[in-house]
């Protein structure tokens, strides 16, 4: 197994709201009005660490998925001259949701298994690994916060702000370690009752290709969109599919709004790309 297909459509419409408090250098801010966050520099676009991470996990066919209008993405990426991995791109004509933009990258995943993820999320290492070394389905589900405050393992909440982790989706498994239902946009009744410690998706998921069957058996969300966790439902809940889940204890760095970028680029400071 060696696809991935990187989810890059999104609009970034909080990474285009200004926030004078953020410390942006004149070329992050740039990029930062487009919302095309993949984009954003550190030092190099952020994808590359993105794209190297998921090199140095196994993964060497990247897929990705944009919009009509991102230009700026395919011209970037098709100048690269890369060693270890090939890129390429499908188009989701309207940004019609998650589940929408798996499903545009079919024709590539041509039967064969793939790792999808987010374009925004720099994931840890061993996460893409063990979704790598799976003989099936699965998905990345991470510790939303510690233990205790004696915890020396790290969590989302070492990076992410609490308030941000409450609005993910929660992920229940079974005895046996597989999904049994996915929590999008939990209610904080619904956050109280499911046993600690919570684990949550950061949408990094590996499918064989009965989800494009799901995928085009949803109906769009009360939020208008086709989701990818309903996708994932109805999977399960009709096509008899098993997703076994992965729990890390690690931080995913997290690029959705201009705060971030000062963070996220301390963390990348020691990182080498290599694509």
Not at 198 to 207: E, Q
């Amino acid at each position: 197994m060696d696809k991935a297909v990187i989810l890059a459509r999104g609009l970034g419409t909080r990474m285009q709201k200004p926030d004078d408090s953020a410390e942006l250098t004149k070329e992050q801010n740039a990029v930062a009005k487009t919302g095309v966050k993949a984009m954003i520099p550190i030092d190099r676009p952020f994808l590359d660490y993105v794209i190297s991470a998921l090199a140095d996990a196994g993964y060497r066919r990247m897929c990705l998925v944009i919009g009509p209008e991102h230009d700026v993405v395919r011209n970037y990426y098709e100048a690269l001259n890369c060693r270890r991995v090939s890129i390429e791109f499908v188009i989701q004509t309207e940004p019609l949701g998650t589940s929408d933009a798996v499903a545009a990258a079919e024709q590539f995943a041509a039967g064969d298994d793939f790792l999808v993820i987010n374009s925004d999320n720099y994931y840890p290492l061993q996460a893409l690994k063990d979704l790598h070394e799976l003989d099936g389905p699965g998905l990345a589900a991470f510790a939303g916060e510690r233990r205790s405050a004696n915890d020396r393992e790290t969590s989302l909440r070492d990076n992410i702000p609490p308030e941000r982790i409450e609005k993910f989706a929660i992920v229940q498994t079974d005895n046996d370690g597989y999904l049994t239902q996915i929590i999008e946009k939990p209610s904080p009744d619904v956050i109280a009752s499911v046993p600690k410690p919570i684990y949550v998706s950061m949408n990094c998921w590996r499918f064989d290709s009965a989800i494009f069957t799901a995928c085009r058996s949803i109906s769009p969300s009360a939020r208008g969109e086709l989701e990818l966790p309903d996708a994932v439902q109805y999977a399960i809940d009709n096509l008899g599919r098993r997703f076994r889940v992965v729990q890390m204890r690690a931080p995913v760095l997290d690029l959705s709004s201009r705060e971030d970028i000062k963070a996220v680029a301390a963390a990348l400071a020691d990182v080498e790309v290599s694509l």
